[in-house]
């Protein structure tokens, strides 16, 4: 345990753009990510919106369906680590939030099988399930780019002509309160003229007054981030390490059945360390659980 000298070593973008429906949150993520170049993934969970914006930028898409679990965006982001791509943008992050099988909905699910519906106890299993899928993002190699959508309000403004308009504002983003203290850029785009401004800034290179965003933003970006030393070489795995701990852990959770999850836990544990095994028995005792819970109550409900 020492302290050493501050130094701003190169990174990776952690960026969320927010804003309302309309706003231009999904061309403004395509916009900087063609400035960062490279090799472009989109994770679009809106239908197949991103891919309305293909003549802008040349991307791969991966649509993401319900349910919206933690688990499925993580298997998603760790695919396209595999593929080698540079970028990519998560479109959105507020399904995994609020989605259709998304944490809020899980912690019902979780209450009302194991908890008598207690959301509280349910809530100390689903935090790090969704610190999980925050880890991820953090810890990727890629370039991150998410948006989130942000409830709406409107308000009436003095328009250039001196007339008043009303015009659509973004509040708060739809995900976990303190979900942007994670990005070292956050910028909150207005619906009217698909203009940025920063509620978070690491970088400084967004003061002052608002700022449409495009390739340039983009290319700004990766320059202040290559501008930083040379990270410290990461300390390679243990050769005796042949388990993905991550991935088995996220196979756990997907088994639909006791079968299933013992099977899977009985491949995982040869595979593991010490270290490891810890870990894994205490997911697969809390799935377990959570599957004879569901079990039980199908059992209950009448015919």
């Known amino acids: 345990m ?25 061309f403004g993520a395509l916009m900087i990510a063609k400035g960062l170049g490279g090799r472009i993934a989109c994770i679009d969970t809106e239908h197949g919106s991103a891919s309305l914006y293909s003549d802008l930028a040349d991307f791969d898409v991966m649509e993401l369906t319900p349910p919206y679990t933690p688990e499925r965006y993580i298997a ?30 899980l912690v019902d699910q979780v209450a009302a099988a194991k908890f008598r519906g207690n959301s509280w106890s ?27 959508r942000s409830k709406t309000e409107t308000a009436q403004t003095e328009g250039p002509n001196g007339k008043k308009q009303v015009v659509k504002l973004g509040m708060k ?6 979900f942007e203290y994670e990005f070292t850029v956050v910028l909150d785009i207005v619906h009217a003229g698909h203009y940025a401004t920063a509620s978070k800034d690491r970088t ?9 965003i495009t390739e340039e933003t983009g290319r700004a970006l990766l320059n202040w981030l290559e501008s930083g030393a040379e990270p410290a070489p990461e300390p390679s795995a243990p050769a005796s390490e042949g388990l993905v701990l991550d991935d088995a852990l996220l196979a756990l959770r997907e088994s639909n059945d006791l079968n299933s999850l013992k099977d899977t836990f009985g491949r995982c544990w040869k595979a593991a360390t010490k270290d490891q095994q810890a870990e894994l028995k ?3 005792d809390e799935c377990k659980t959570a599957l ?3 079990a039980a109550a199908a059992q209950a409900e009448p015919a």
């Not at 130094?7 to 706003?23: E, I, Y």
């Not at 399930?129 to 370039?143: G, T, V």
């Not at 400084?204 to 449409?212: C, E, I, K, S, V």
């Open 2 to 26: 020492a302290f050493a000298k501050a130094v701003r070593k190169k990174a990776k973008l952690r960026l969320a753009l927010t804003g309302p429906s309309g706003s231009g949150k999904t």
């Open 76 to 105: 998603a982001i760790r695919e396209a680590e595999k593929a080698g791509y540079d970028t990519l943008i998560i479109d959105s992050t507020t399904h995994e939030w609020s989605g259709s099988g998304g944490i809020l909905e």
């Open 122 to 148: 349910a809530w100390n299993e689903l935090t790090p399930r969704h610190r999980s899928f925050i880890d991820a993002m953090l810890q990727s190699r890629m370039h991150i780019i998410t948006t989130a």
């Open 173 to 178: 983003a739809e995900q976990r309160d303190g």
């Open 204 to 212: 400084g290179l967004f003061r002052g007054d608002a700022l449409p």
């Open 282 to 284: 205490a997911v697969y």
């Open 292 to 294: 004879e819970a569901l």
